[in-house]
């Protein structure tokens, strides 16, 4: 069982920063995807950004040029790098990460931006 433990996160003004980071542990076989959705209130779940482990990324329109992430492979980590933060990216940030087929996820950290 792959558990992933999320830090970072919280409170900043907008145009402020934050990092996200999180650890996979528990897994006997190779991660693949790692990354980062997110959940505001009221609205569905969407993707931040991922990392697969051949190096590909992949953000969503809304994050790209504010947005970095970066993953450390031998560690199991994935870190969020946010910048220029907006009122509109408050939200419950999840980590998620693939096993083969299955999907894994993280209890999720609140970042609440304000105006």
């Known amino acids: 069982q792959v558990q992933l433990v999320e830090s970072g996160g919280g409170l900043v003004q907008a145009g402020g920063s934050l990092r996200l980071s999180c650890a996979a542990s528990g897994s006997k076989f190779s991660i693949n995807v790692m990354g980062w959705y997110r959940q505001a209130p009221g609205k569905q779940r969407e993707l931040v950004a991922y990392?697969?482990?051949?190096?590909?990324?992949n953000y969503a329109d809304s994050m790209k040029g504010r947005f970095t992430i970066s993953r450390d492979i031998a560690k199991n980590t994935v870190t969020l790098e946010m910048n220029s933060l907006k009122p509109e990216d408050t939200a419950v940030y999840s980590c998620?990460?693939?096993?083969?087929?299955?999907?894994?996820w993280g209890q999720g950290t609140q970042v609440t931006v304000s105006t």
């Open positions: 998620a990460c693939t096993v083969g087929e299955t999907w894994y």
């Open positions: 990392t697969t482990s051949g190096g590909r990324t």
